[in-house]
């Protein structure tokens, strides 16, 4: 047994992790995961966080019960009226189907393998992803039987969207496909739709009847602004696209441990609601049981109460603005002390956690091989590895990897 197996290569992101704590080299820098850090290069516990578990300790009725399969009721809810918002029509006519999942990983699976099961399928099973995204979308739709294909989205002449690329393959491809979007704060390349695109790219998944599947991992990260963030999300609800949206609270409340996401799935009608989420909880049954109980329970108080949601809220702030500091200093320094080669705009157009430097991965092997610079090899840093401690180090060695 197990002499066949093969050897699997190590996670792109996390080895990256491994191997800056290992290095001994005491100006090493970690670009690699999305994981926010503070100028200190420090995990930050938010403070509304160590409020929140403070609360949870003082309560005396707490118990260690399973959670009821879908999940913790007041999280759940909660966690729809954040990403739809309060007065959502949808939630309001009582179709929207919130399951508590293991973080956005696991909304990922779940969703994927509902569609695998549930969706009605008139061809071969496949998703359209962007072209790049997170790489953990092609394994996550691949473990549950269903094919993915590129839509092109990042172009890079100019280091940001294919616009035109994205719709010609929503034009183009058959009706009723499943698609992917990064509701916010694209991952790796921090290039998000317009406004005004996000209402083209509706318009034609609503004509062609296309399954919206959208992954929003960065609620408040992108601008710092929850609202902002979701409202993509909610112009398709609004439209009627069908849709189904995966959310996160690993990155905006800084609960990258607990694992604490939500699947939202969101059918035209409040029957078919209730068929869906029979079907959910069954899935839910059989991988999971139910989901974990701590994280549901701290983000539950922060979304159900007006003093901590306020409290969140600025922590969500800290957090995006640090990383915006970074982004402005970060190009100032290539622009115009450095004077690096070539145009360094998009630094400060990209938003979210990661920058897509627009680098090639022989200069990105080169970043960790001669500066102990750890990102990955497609280019993407994470904005929030930078500090006011190691950018110039950063920059400088940039600017000499660029030059040559
Ligand atoms: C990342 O892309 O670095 C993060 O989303 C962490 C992860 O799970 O890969």
Redesign the pocket.
Known sequence: TWQDVPLAPPDS?FKLTAAYKADPYPQKVNL????YRDDDNNPWVLPVIKKATQILLNDPTLDHEYLPITGLPEFTAAAARLILSPTSPALAEGRVVSVQTISG?GANHLGALFLSKFYNWDGPKQVYLSDPT?A?HHAIFRNVGIEPLNYPYYDPKTIGLDFNGFIGTLESAAPRSVFLLHACAH??TGVDPTGEEWEKIAEIMLSKKHYAFFDC?YQGFASGDLDKDSSAVRYFVEKGVPMLVCQSFAKNAGLYGERVGALHVVPPTKDAADRVKSQLSVIQRSEISNPPSHGARLVALILNDAGLFEEWKRDIKTMAGRIIDMRQELYSVLSDELKTPGSWEHIINQIGMFSFTGISAEQSRELTEKAHIYLTTNGRI?MAGLNSHNLRYFAENLDKVVRG
């Open positions: 992101i690699g995961v999305g994981a990983t997170w953990n991952n790796p991992a994470s």
